[in-house]
């Protein structure tokens, strides 16, 4: 039945089981990141020779465009959604008040 839902809305989830389904479901991603080097080095027969080097390479690797357990730490009426088409969202939920409420606030 899961398997023909077209959207899929998911607010703070605190079950592991059900985190990990609604992550599943979701693309991965492509995450980039810098890699830095460097090094130092003597020479035994003489030690007064000495180089040195640093590096920057950047790095790539496939990853989750969601983790499982942050669907545990959404605040209030925070969500993840998965539409169809393919559109991924995250979003709030607004907080609707009455006029009332609102005069009597200020």
Do not use: W
Not at 68 to 91: C, E, F, M, T
């Amino acid at each position: 039945m899961l398997g023909n839902v077209n959207n899929l809305i998911a607010l703070r989830i605190m079950d592991s089981e059900t985190q990990q389904y609604i992550t599943d479901n979701l693309p991965k991603t492509r995450l980039k990141y810098i890699m830095r080097t460097q090094g130092v080095a003597t020479s035994a027969t003489n030690p007064t020779v000495f180089s040195g080097n640093v590096g920057e390479r950047l790095m790539e690797e496939e990853g989750d465009l969601f983790a499982p357990q942050l669907l545990g730490q959404l605040p209030d009426l925070h969500y993840i959604a998965k539409l169809s088409g393919g559109r991924i969202v995250k979003g709030r939920l607004p907080i609707l008040r009455s006029a009332q409420d609102r005069q009597g606030a200020s």
